[in-house]
């Protein structure tokens, strides 16, 4: 059973999982710093890894033309989710959810009308994401397997994460963003509009899903399929719960439940049971998520006020609003 | 005959769902959890129904209270997980039910297998004398259906003749008011997760003993799922017990229907789905949030 963690060839498949997961999960951190909790991430995902396979399908233009596709698809279902719910106010998890219904319906019956069979698109058009060789590596047996030869998604995955903590700690628009989840009464005072600010890190972070959505459409396998995502974008949402406010989490966070996954799929062969795959990856959310809840420095979430921040400025005014409650606490 | 039979038969778990999570949604827990408390009831009823010995009637009954019990019991595991460690609820239930999928799988797999099954993750099969009792010949529809509108009148006395009922209200309109008014808002969150997550529970049981006699893996759960439509009925119906039995029917109607359309026409099922998600849209524009916190 252990011997398998040795494998070169699950930690390639982990890595190669934990990009989508990454990338997802980084799009859906940007909008919780701003202050809104975005549960259709999962219809985003799914409506995303469509819109890459189409593309990719019926332009010709390979893997390239897939990828931009899956980002732009992200940009635009997220921009629906920002117009209905910080634009027209609507209550964002109720919105969330009818997005995760629309897009598991909406991809099922396309499938069907574009390709005359319901499940899956698999095409020979379809051509999975090219792979890069890192120059250097050749020397190092294992890790070149593992971390050479990924697809330049995986490459992108890293230094977007290292980007967005950077881009929230030490940019002043990074504080914006944060002061927008924690204290929105701040930013509109300081002349800025939230509702500007969770816009553009909802679309952003769209943009971040659809490209999760197109590795994970595109890397292995190159085929879409029925409700492919199968949860990834509700486990990327409690991933931004448990990581809070440390960004750089977020890494090491993916990466272990992408192995949490690939390796419950080879537990077979150590002898137990399969269904166990079912079980372990998503236990593992749960009791990730309230360890690092117990573990949490008090009052820096977004959506909860600072402790400080109330005598700063006493008598701001009633920190209320919809960015508060869309960041899930009353 | 067929096709009323058949949405009948649909409308059972649309409005026991429905009313469970009606009833959470009132109390102002936005609890997404029906799905994995509709599959562990179901699980408890098929796994007690292959294995206790006796009168028909006293194996049906125990298996739904045991049916009931289950769901109870994950709606408060969840609940007390996520009010413990400040969990948003709504992050928590939707994990829960990928992972109660998971475990009454593994569970089945490895507990309750039928030996006679291979292709198949189910337990044995009931014994057809702890069936609720068939009401037409061609189709499934049974006895459950009368515990649904039973379900219905019962909650609706609740809500409106009950002081418990009266708390749901309270701490749905104004939790900090209704704290202040003398009720502990944990106590009361425990009482009122554990009863709705009987209610779905008890939804999983009735389809078990009703419909498949047996609890079958991916029978019960996933996207397809029944439970979602009882809360989407739940979340179309707003404030109201009254509006929840049309929107139950609505979406007991569109189940059997587009099953109907997909075999007349061709198109794929997904469309009942699709239409599912753009009712739910609707009611968020409804003005009425499910909830006061719409997190915790």
Request: with cysteine; hydrophobic share 55%; proline share 4%.
């Amino acid at each position: 059973m252990l011997h398998l963690l040795a494998s070169s060839t699950i930690w390639y498949q982990t890595l190669q999982a934990a990009t989508s997961l990454l990338l997802v999960t980084l799009g859906l951190y940007l909008p919780y710093r701003a202050g809104v909790l975005n549960l259709g991430g999962e219809g985003i995902m799914l409506a995303a890894c469509f819109g890459a396979v189409l593309a990719e399908d019926k332009t010709g233009g390979g893997a390239l033309a897939g990828t931009l596709a899956g980002a732009v698809s992200g940009i635009l279902i997220a921009a629906l989710f920002a117009l209905l719910t910080v634009g027209l106010g609507a209550n964002g998890l109720v919105v969330g959810l009818a997005l995760n219904f629309a897009t598991a319906g909406g991809t099922a019956v396309a499938t069907t009308a574009l390709y005359g069979i319901s499940g899956a698109i698999s095409t020979p058009n379809l051509r999975t994401l090219p792979t890069w060789h890192l120059p250097g590596f050749g020397r190092l047996p294992w890790i070149a397997q593992v971390v050479s030869g990924q697809t330049p998604l995986t490459y992108l995955s890293w230094a977007a994460a290292a980007a967005v903590a950077w881009y929230l700690h030490h940019t002043r628009a990074g504080l914006t963003i944060r002061a927008a989840g924690t204290r929105p009464d701040v930013v509109a005072g300081a002349g800025r509009s939230v509702t500007r600010v969770q816009w553009l890190c909802l679309t952003a972070g769209g943009a971040l899903i659809g490209l999760g959505a197109a590795q994970l459409a595109l890397s292995s396998v190159a085929q879409f399929s029925y409700n492919m995502t199968a949860g990834r974008g509700f486990v990327a949402l409690a991933l931004t719960l448990i990581a809070g406010t440390r960004s750089l989490l977020l890494v090491p966070l993916a990466i272990a439940f992408a192995l949490f996954d690939i390796y419950g799929v080879n537990l077979q062969s150590a002898g137990l049971p399969a269904e166990l795959s079912s079980v372990v990856p998503y236990a593992a959310v749960v009791v990730l998520l309230v360890l690092t809840r117990l573990l949490r420095r008090p009052g820096r979430g977004p959506g909860e006020p600072h402790p400080r921040a109330s005598i700063a400025i006493a008598g701001a005014g009633q920190v209320t609003g919809d960015s508060l409650e869309e960041a899930g606490r009353p | 005959m067929t096709s009323i039979g058949a949405t009948l038969t649909a409308l059972t778990p649309i409005l026991l769902i429905g009313l469970g999570a009606f009833v959470a949604f009132r109390g102002g827990a936005f609890d997404v959890g029906q799905v994995g408390q509709f599959e562990l009831g179901g699980l408890a009823a098929g796994a007690i129904a292959a294995a206790v010995p006796g009168p028909g009637w006293v194996i049906l009954l125990v298996s739904l209270a045991g049916g009931a019990a289950l769901g109870a019991l994950w709606s408060l595991l969840v609940s007390e997980l996520s009010q413990r460690f400040a969990v948003e609820l709504v992050v928590l239930s939707l994990i829960a039910n990928y992972l109660a999928d998971g475990v009454a799988r593994l569970a089945t797999k490895t507990l309750f297998q039928d030996p006679a099954q291979f292709s198949v993750i189910a337990t044995r099969l009931a014994p057809a004398r702890a069936w609720l009792p068939l009401l037409t010949f061609q189709t499934s529809l049974n006895a459950g259906i009368f515990i649904a509108v039973a379900a219905a009148a019962a909650v609706w006395w609740l809500v409106r003749r009950t002081t418990f009922g009266h708390r749901v209200t309270m701490f749905g309109a104004n939790p900090v008011a209704a704290a202040l008014s003398g009720t502990d808002p944990a106590g009361f969150r425990r009482r009122l997760l554990a009863l709705t997550g009987s209610v779905c529970g008890l939804a999983g049981a009735v389809e078990v003993l009703g419909v498949f006699h047996q609890y079958q893996d991916g029978a019960l759960g996933g996207t397809n799922s029944l439970a979602w439509s009882g809360l989407t009925a739940a979340l179309v119906a707003g404030s109201s017990v009254i509006a929840l039995l049309p929107a139950s029917v609505l979406l007991a109607c569109m189940t059997t229907g587009f099953a109907g359309i997909q075999l007349d026409l061709g198109i794929d099922p997904g469309l009942g789905i699709l239409l599912q998600g753009l009712i739910i849209l609707t009611a968020a524009f409804a003005g009425r949030r499910p909830g006061h916190d719409t997190g915790r």
